[in-house]
């Protein structure tokens, strides 16, 4: 859960997220999202056309999350932070996440070896998590993205078979060290087979 006082998101004096089925019990809200988002991840192929854009990553989270939040797609509207580390400001969003998407480039990534490509994937991880765009999901928004932005330059990866607290740790640790984050990386990412 995120620091926040009063949040525009959870139902007074609570920090459940207001949330389309109205649960208001906060395990009982996480197991319906954990168990929604699988599914729609299962179907995600056939909804998003991937631009690699700003427009790409709200896509994804609309899609995994539309089902559970009417923020779905929405960046979030309000300051957040964790853990004592304050997220980008919400005003400067859609400006930042531009400024990201904008070192995508498809061809030129092509281009790259294993290692700058690592590295590469690592920074636009590291800076999307200090954007941290939505109000909840953001880290399963941002793997899809990473998945996806890798398959399509002939790479794979699936975060399900990395340890979920190994992954979490290392994009904290990113912010000043991405050494961590880029020897996981490195560990996970597989040449796809032709």
Do not use: W
Request: no cysteine; hydrophobic share 35%.
């Amino acid at each position: 859960m995120y620091d926040v006082k009063n949040s525009i998101y959870t139902y007074p004096g609570s920090e459940v997220l207001k949330n389309k089925l109205n649960i208001q019990d906060e395990e009982k809200l996480k197991n319906y999202e954990v168990d929604m988002v699988a599914f729609k991840l299962s179907t995600i192929e056939k909804h998003i056309k991937k631009t690699y854009d700003e427009n790409h990553l709200k896509a994804i989270h609309k899609h995994l999350f539309e089902e559970v939040y009417d923020f779905a797609g929405k960046y979030r509207k309000e300051n957040i932070e964790k853990e004592n580390f304050r997220f980008s400001e919400y005003e400067y969003i859609e400006e930042n996440l531009k400024q990201i998407m904008k070192k995508i480039d498809l061809e030129q990534l092509k281009k790259l070896s294993f290692d700058d490509l690592v590295i590469f994937i690592s920074q636009i991880m590291t800076d999307l998590n200090v954007l941290h765009p939505f109000r909840e999901g953001n880290g399963r928004t941002t793997r899809e993205f990473i998945r996806e932005l890798l398959y399509d330059l002939g790479y794979e990866i699936n975060f399900f078979l990395i340890d979920y607290e190994e992954i979490l740790n290392a994009s904290k640790k990113a912010v000043v060290d991405e050494t961590e984050q880029i020897a996981l990386l490195k560990r996970s990412i597989q040449k796809l087979e032709k």
